[in-house]
């Protein structure tokens, strides 16, 4: 990202629904000392985003994947508010946290082929979720593959074609397309920009912020990218070696950080 982008206007702040809908208690994931994730504590609201940033190799996927249901902490809790009721990740079976996965959370991977299957057509892409929650009607199924790909400005009428003969940013748009046809409560994000050329990511930036506000998602997202944060999230973690070392708001963090390695972070991306 340029310099000239990490100064543009944040995130319009949506009305949030104030409901909880993560609790993360004290979450620890080590693979070594600093290597991984530990002490995590964060609240996530409905329809809030939160950034996660720091340098390569400060946690952020680590966590994610813990919080994500995927990789089983050494210590602490997850806490999903449903509907009816909280979930604590951990202490349900494995395949309870899939069916989560599945049907009430989505997962945005850095590389779209971890999210695609590459071998079938976009259409089926999209429409696979869908049948995961019961839809079997073919012409519906259609339909919502065409509107997702509008929706994430692909050419619908390449619903036919497989995502092997797409760009590496078609991929990640049916990639998101994908995971928002089952409208889910909760999106995580793992530098879902990485890997782009700087003008394929802009667009890609433009059209995530635009359905995050649309759609009023809560998204927990992960990227180094500073830029990303600034226009993506509401509230920033800062993670250094494994632990949080900044958390508020993003404006106040990238405007006025208190941290000295924030303020390195900063300013590594401010000074040319
Ligand atoms: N499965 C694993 N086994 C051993 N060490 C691991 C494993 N996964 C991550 N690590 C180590 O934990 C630390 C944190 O890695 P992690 O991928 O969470 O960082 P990150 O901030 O997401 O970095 P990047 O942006 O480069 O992915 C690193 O030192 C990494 O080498």
Redesign the pocket.
Known sequence: MKRSELAGPALAKPVLDRSALLDVQDISR???P????ESIDFRLHAGEVLG?V????????????VLAGL?TPDAGRVIYHTNDGELDLYAISEARRRALLRLEWGLVH?NPRDGLRMGVSAGANVGERLMALGERHYGNLRAAGQDWMTQVELDAGRIDDAPLTFSGGMQQRLQIARTLVTRPRLVFM??PT?GLDVSVQARLLDMIRTLVRQLGLSVVL?T?DLAVARLLSHRLLV?RR?QVVEAGLTDQILDDPQHAYTQLLVSSVLTP
Do not use: P
């Open positions: 080590l693979y070594g600093g290597k991984g994730c996660i720091g340098e390569s190799g400060s946690g952020k996927s680590t966590l994610l994947r990789e850095q793992d530098e990485g992960v180094h993670m494994g």
